[in-house]
């Protein structure tokens, strides 16, 4: 069992920037893949960011890339996600998952723990 626990959010301005962190309770943190997934109101989840167990291989949807990163610290057993240039539309609760297994980066059913969420928002 993975306990995850994002903290972070906040109320920012357009253009700006925000860090959100995800500690998770695995002493086996390491073998896990991680990802960054958002929910806006009356929208489906979607995929933001994910990064292999290494942390050497990262993925990005379209819409955050080049403006977000993901990053990990095994030593800490914690993930982030630094948001840079926000927008309006980056609005939603953020949500951190871990897998241990699949090909797919996106697909939310290939992870296996969620943590609680995050609320970001981006004032215009």
């Known amino acids: 069992q993975v306990q995850l626990v994002e903290s972070g959010g906040g109320l920012v301005q357009a253009g700006g920037s925000l860090r959100l962190s995800c500690a998770a309770s695995?002493?086996?943190?390491?073998?896990?893949?991680m990802g960054w997934f958002r929910q806006a109101p009356g929208k489906e989840r979607e995929f933001v960011a994910a990064?292999?167990?290494?942390?050497?291989?990262?993925y990005y949807a379209d819409s955050v890339k080049g403006r977000f990163t993901i990053s990990r610290d095994n030593a800490k057993s914690t993930v982030y996600l630094q948001m840079n240039s926000l927008k309006p539309e980056d609005t939603a609760v953020y949500y951190c998952?871990?897998?241990?297994?699949?090909?797919?980066?996106?697909?939310?059913?290939?992870?296996?723990?969620w943590g609680q969420g995050t609320q970001v928002t981006v004032s215009s």
């Open positions: 695995a002493r086996t943190f390491r073998s896990y893949a």
């Open positions: 998952a871990a897998k241990r297994y699949g090909s797919s980066w996106q697909a939310l059913k290939e992870y296996d723990y």
């Open positions: 990064i292999d167990w290494s942390g050497g291989i990262t």
